[in-house]
């Protein structure tokens, strides 16, 4: 078991690289503090540049010696996942982390330019193309440093199994227009696990072949953390459920603050108690190894998304 997670709990991460998506407010920005208070360079991936500057001069405020870096990041955009990427290609030698954290719940339907329900896209398929793009970085970081110093870490929720639908992934109607608002959210936080699953089976220390940068990887569910996603739901049950039951979990200390949602994800990005053998693996609160769905532990299934994805992104020539 790991020892109770404080941001003193981590190594010093002197000389090395992060990006942190969605890491202006909430979950992002406590990850964002803990890994630059620990001497890293952290890019703050944001749509919004006068909130992200707002966010990075508050915690400078605290902490003036963090270097922390905008990125622009508008997860509701391909092609701004495509710029991010290359943004820290160019501007970067060496990538030790990536921690795909933004995310929305419960919103209404709506699609984005690019076609797609805006949870999906915003959630997994962008993040899934940010990761795409980066890995290249990432391995070759991966061959000149010590085993376990270059992680990918994707955040998931619980309701990956509890609003997830009979067939897992709908191939065939992939927006679930007719479905509710949480059922949408969950299919996107279950493709965020069978994506992280995927890229261990691929990519990380027991990949059977191809390149020796071999990359950590975990799936992190952060606990029920009071952030602006419980503000986001709205229209039918159970979306107006959760947010009347919402303000009712904060008195009664159901909800938990934002710096203790960071301590699973900095755990599994930066901390010597991550180990080799816990890559590819579902964290759940706090710091420990827990057990997905059924669905999100099929094999089959992952690999069936990735391709899906692929074809999708191969389609739209994202991936050239």
């Given at each position: 078991?790991?020892s109770?997670?404080s941001?003193?709990?981590?190594?010093?991460?002197s000389?090395?690289?992060?990006?942190?998506t969605?890491g202006?407010?909430?979950i992002?920005k406590?990850?964002?503090?803990?890994?630059?208070?620990h001497?890293?360079r952290?890019?703050?991936?944001?749509?919004?540049?006068?909130?992200?500057?707002?966010?990075?001069?508050?915690?400078?405020?605290?902490?003036?010696?963090?270097?922390?870096r905008?990125?622009?990041?508008?997860?509701?955009?391909l092609?701004?996942?495509?710029?991010?990427?290359?943004?820290?290609?160019?501007?970067?030698?060496a990538?030790?982390g990536?921690?795909?954290?933004?995310?929305?719940?419960g919103?209404?339907?709506?699609?984005?330019?690019?076609?797609?329900?805006?949870?999906?896209q915003?959630?997994y398929?962008?993040?899934?193309l940010?990761t795409?793009?980066?890995?290249?970085?990432?391995?070759?970081?991966?061959?000149?440093?010590?085993?376990?110093?270059?992680r990918?870490?994707?955040?998931?929720?619980?309701?990956?199994?509890r609003?997830?639908?009979?067939?897992?992934?709908?191939?065939?109607?992939?927006?679930?227009e007719?479905a509710s608002?949480?059922?949408?959210?969950?299919?996107?936080k279950?493709?965020?696990?069978?994506h992280?699953?995927e890229?261990?089976?691929?990519?990380?220390?027991?990949?059977?072949?191809?390149?020796?940068g071999?990359?950590?990887?975990a799936?992190?569910?952060?606990?029920h953390i009071?952030?602006?996603?419980n503000?986001?739901?709205?229209?039918?049950?159970?979306?107006?459920?959760?947010?009347?039951?919402?303000p009712?979990?904060?008195?009664?200390?159901?909800?938990?603050d934002?710096?203790?949602?960071?301590?699973?994800?900095?755990?599994a990005?930066?901390?010597?108690?991550?180990?080799?053998k816990?890559?590819?693996?579902?964290?759940?609160?706090y710091m420990?190894?827990?057990?997905?769905?059924?669905?999100?532990?099929?094999e089959?299934?992952a690999?069936?998304?990735?391709?899906?994805?692929?074809?999708?992104?191969?389609?739209?020539?994202l991936?050239?």
């Open positions: 078991m790991p109770k997670l941001f003193d709990a981590l190594p010093d991460l000389g090395k690289v992060f990006v942190v969605g202006n407010a909430g992002g406590a990850t964002v503090v803990g890994l630059a208070a001497g890293a952290v890019y703050m991936g944001a749509r919004s540049e006068q909130k992200a500057l707002t966010a990075i001069n508050e915690i400078k405020n605290e902490l003036p010696e963090v270097d922390i905008y990125l622009h990041l508008d997860l509701s955009s092609s701004s996942a495509g710029e991010a990427a290359n943004a820290i290609c160019q501007q970067e030698s990538l030790h990536l921690v795909n954290n933004a995310g929305i719940m919103v209404p339907f709506s699609k984005t330019a690019d076609g797609y329900e805006i949870q999906f915003t959630n398929l962008s993040h899934w940010l795409y793009r980066l890995l290249p970085l990432l391995q070759s970081t991966a061959r000149t440093s010590k085993s376990g110093d270059v990918i870490v994707n955040l998931t929720s619980d309701g990956h199994e609003f997830q639908q009979k067939e897992g992934i709908n191939f065939n109607d992939i927006g679930l007719g608002a949480m059922a949408r959210y969950g299919q996107s279950l493709a965020n696990i069978l992280a699953k890229l261990n089976r691929m990519y990380g220390p027991r990949a059977e072949e191809g390149d020796t071999r990359i950590w990887v799936a992190v569910h952060p606990g009071d952030t602006d996603l503000r986001q739901a709205t229209g039918t049950a159970p979306e107006c459920v959760l947010k009347v039951m919402t009712i979990m904060r008195i009664l200390g159901i909800l938990n934002q710096e203790k949602g960071a301590w699973s994800s900095l755990w990005i930066a901390s010597a108690e991550f180990t080799e816990d890559s590819g693996a579902y964290v759940v609160p420990k190894i827990g057990k997905p769905s059924a669905l999100a532990r099929d089959e299934l690999k069936k998304l990735w391709a899906w994805t692929v074809d999708e992104l191969e389609k739209k020539k991936l050239d």
